[in-house]
């Protein structure tokens, strides 16, 4: 039978009772067609090691400005992390048919209803979801396993579903020292790093002009920067209007927007399509990670920071898991994201097919958007940070030291899991 219960009013939203599969049956589920059968992934069935950041990146070597040669053992670092984080996301998303945590994660941060297909209580209830306004369960639901088996793919070693430069990995970066900020007015060079003629005198074939960067790129509310690496350009936005540096600090304006760069993904920079037919060089998309992503700042409980919480390890363990007086008691979701979260981030623009925006950063407005409709709820499934903290909740969730109760974030909040009534 189906049936509600009575709970907490600020879970009652969850609950839908009308018209549910589960999707989990549906042959034309990303679920079954797409994240488990197609990808072998790191902590899948497929055997075989994981790849290293050498093996999913170029990296370049010790001579490259801006290089991680450097800095390789940090990345490994969080990408063993990164695997931890995409391997709790995955079983939250495929076990959600038979565990109301798992249910519960998935409604919290994407916005689905929840039925329940049972008695109170017994242990053998299956979920099904829905969308709230009944709408487009199926588009979302395939949104969300998308954009898992895309990074799924990519830390299998699998490469990029959207390659700019086929058959190239992506190239990482570690400082702004990577990038030259090209003027507006300088020449732009080709791949073999020749100034871009657009007109010669007839009689002595001498160039009489040169494209210019302006022309070529028009840039807006950006800046571009000559990457030598792949002898291209990257266009980055800028944070103030002075600002001129890949790796801005502290750059902040009147309304508070702005700040200080850990991270950005690009797809490399084209020219506009009036000089599409010059050769330009381009990179298999490209993450540059600033200094503030290594050296982030000093995490303090209940400061709300971000990405900077030490490590995985520290969270789970027995003196800092919540809900038995641990050091993490009371803590909100957005406080125990680790450094490597950021990596974690970046890789959901990495993967996405066409350039991803960030709509939103702060918990609040992640799981506003997911209670939204129409383009704000859609928006959630575009949201990469909406995907590290739902990673990070299941972590957390799946990995609740021995003997201590498993802990839910709900609305970013710890609750023990046993209080989830149905």
């Given amino acids: 039978m189906r049936w509600s219960v009575s709970i907490p009013s600020s879970l009652i939203w969850l609950l839908a009772t009308q018209g549910v599969r589960c999707l989990e049956e549906d042959e ?27 093996d999913l990146f170029l990296i370049g070597d010790s001579s490259l400005k801006g290089g991680c040669s450097s800095k390789l053992d940090v990345l490994n670092g969080w990408l063993n992390e990164v695997n931890l984080l995409h391997e709790a996301a995955k079983t939250v998303y495929g076990g959600y048919r038979t565990n109301k945590n798992y249910a519960v994660l998935l409604l919290d941060f994407f916005g689905f209803g929840i039925e329940v297909n049972g008695k109170p209580g017994d242990p053998s209830n299956t979920y099904g979801i829905k969308n709230m306004d009944n709408y487009f369960v199926e588009e979302n639901w395939k949104m969300l396993g998308d954009r898992l088996a895309g990074v799924s793919q990519f830390l299998a070693g699998a490469g990029l579903r959207d390659p700019v430069v086929p058959g190239e990995p992506p190239r990482i970066f570690c400082s702004g020292d990577a ?14 790093q020749n100034e871009v003629v657009t007109a010669r005198d007839p009689s002595t074939n001498e160039p009489t002009e040169y494209l210019t960067i302006s022309r070529a790129f028009r840039p807006s509310g950006g800046n571009i920067f000559w990457m030598s690496a792949y002898n291209g350009y990257l266009n980055l936005k800028k944070y103030t209007p002075d600002d001129n540096q890949a790796c801005p600090v502290n750059k902040v304006n009147a ?8 991270a950005v993904t690009n797809r490399g920079t084209r020219p506009v399509d009036l000089y599409k037919d010059i050769e330009f060089g381009n990179a298999n998309r490209v993450i540059l990670f600033c200094p503030a992503a290594f050296e982030p700042n000093q995490w303090v409980a209940g400061a709300g920071n971000l990405h900077n919480y030490p490590s995985l390890a520290q969270a789970i363990s027995p003196d800092n898991y919540p809900g038995n ?22 890789l959901y623009h990495l993967t996405d097919i066409g350039d991803t925006a960030d709509p939103y950063y702060k918990m609040k407005d992640i799981f ?5 409709t129409g383009g704000l709820a859609v928006t959630t499934f575009k949201n990469p940070e909406t995907f590290t903290m739902f990673a990070m909740a299941a972590y957390m969730l799946i ?18 899991a046993s209080l989830i009534p149905y």
């Avoid at 309304?255 to 850990?262: A, H, L, V, W």
């Fill in 325 to 346: 007086g641990g050091a993490l008691d009371n803590l909100g979701l957005d406080n125990i994201l680790p450094v490597s979260a950021t990596f974690y981030h970046e």
């Fill in 368 to 372: 506003n958007a997911a209670r939204g």
């Fill in 255 to 262: 309304d508070g927007s702005g700040g200080t760069r850990y």
């Fill in 28 to 54: 034309s589920s990303p679920l079954n067609k797409t994240l488990w059968r197609r990808v072998r992934d790191p902590g899948g069935d497929g055997g075989g090691q994981t790849p290293t950041i050498s």
């Fill in 179 to 192: 990038a030259v900020l090209a003027g507006l007015g300088d020449i732009v060079k080709d791949k073999s």
């Fill in 399 to 416: 990995n609740a030291p021995e003997g201590m109760d498993p802990m839910i974030y709900y609305q970013g909040r710890p609750m023990k």
